[in-house]
């Protein structure tokens, strides 16, 4: 995937429910503090920064360094280093449902925002880091 250049105000404003435009609102102000990088559409996410990803298979594409998605049921960030290496930390975030790469999250004022906060830190550290051997992660912007 790659940045569509949309603008980001207007898909935040575009999101419904009313929570779901205050929780982007609050989660592009995080994410832009945490990567120090601007905000960018990739298609109905918003990324921040780019990297390349590739796995052992060859199955290779792009991807924002830190990325969420404000989607009518929920919030959905997306992790590339997986939501298994946030296990212990996911059980003091407050409710949320996870997928394999994804945390869902319904309303952002119910979870602890300093726990949210180390996830984000820690998955964007892995990425810089250049992920695994399983998927080989490099920067590009």
């Given at each position: 995937?790659?940045?569509?250049?949309?603008?980001?105000?207007?898909l935040i404003a575009r999101s419904s429910p009313a929570k779901r435009r205050r929780d982007a609102e609050t989660l592009t102000a995080l994410m832009q503090e945490i990567t120090g990088r601007?905000?960018?559409?990739?298609?109905?996410i918003i990324g921040f920064g780019s990297c390349h990803y590739r796995y052992p298979t060859g199955t290779e594409g792009?991807?924002?360094?830190?990325?969420?998605?404000?989607?009518?049921?929920?919030?959905?960030?997306?992790?590339?280093?997986g939501?298994?290496?946030h296990e212990e930390a996911l059980a003091a975030l407050g409710p949320h449902t996870t997928g394999a790469g994804c945390?869902?999250?319904?309303?952002?004022?119910?979870?602890?925002?300093?726990?949210?906060r180390g996830v984000l830190e820690r998955s964007l550290a892995w990425v810089e880091a250049g992920?695994?051997?399983e998927m080989q992660l490099t920067v590009t912007g």
């Open positions: 995937m790659k940045p569509t250049g949309r603008d980001v105000a207007g601007e905000p960018a559409t990739w298609g109905t792009d991807s924002g360094l830190l990325a969420f998605a404000p989607r009518k049921a929920a919030t959905t960030i997306y992790l590339l280093d939501v298994a290496a945390l869902y999250i319904t309303d952002l004022e119910e979870i602890d925002l300093d726990v949210l992920g695994t051997p």
